[in-house]
């Protein structure tokens, strides 16, 4: 069973950058695409707003709240999945969750295994 664990959170003020990484365990991310939800602490993750996907193949898809200011992209010799985020904002504050899916979908309950989550708070 792969197992996915997220690093690279933390406290930052507005306008700083923070990378966060997605590392798998346990098998490899070859054959999923992969994504980055996040989640208002309190809400369940079913509701979690889409923020980035990678394909199998290398194609992305960033929400537009986050087009131009962060960036996914993977390494699959690593297993490893990243999230540069720019320019952060105050509004970016969440629990930012690493994600594999056997389809293209920006919808989280299509989502086959979750990361644990690493918190991200932007002060302004």
């Known amino acids: 069973q792969v197992r996915l664990v997220e690093s690279g959170g933390g406290l930052v003020q507005a306008g700083d950058s923070l990378r966060l990484s997605c590392t798998a365990s346990g098998g490899t991310l070859n054959m999923y695409h992969m994504a980055w939800f996040r989640q208002d602490s309190g809400t369940d993750r079913d509701f979690a707003e889409f923020?980035?996907?990678?394909?199998?193949?290398?194609?992305?898809i960033h929400a537009d709240s986050v087009k131009g200011r962060f960036a996914i992209s993977r390494d699959n010799a690593e297993s490893t999945v990243y999230l540069q985020m720019n320019s952060l904002k105050p509004e970016d504050t969440a629990v930012y969750y690493c994600?594999?899916?056997?389809?293209?979908?920006?919808?989280?309950?299509?989502?086959?295994?979750w990361g644990q989550g690493t918190q991200v708070s932007v002060s302004p």
């Open positions: 923020v980035a996907l990678i394909s199998q193949g290398g194609g992305t």
């Open positions: 994600a594999a899916t056997p389809e293209i979908s920006t919808h989280p309950t299509n989502v086959a295994i």
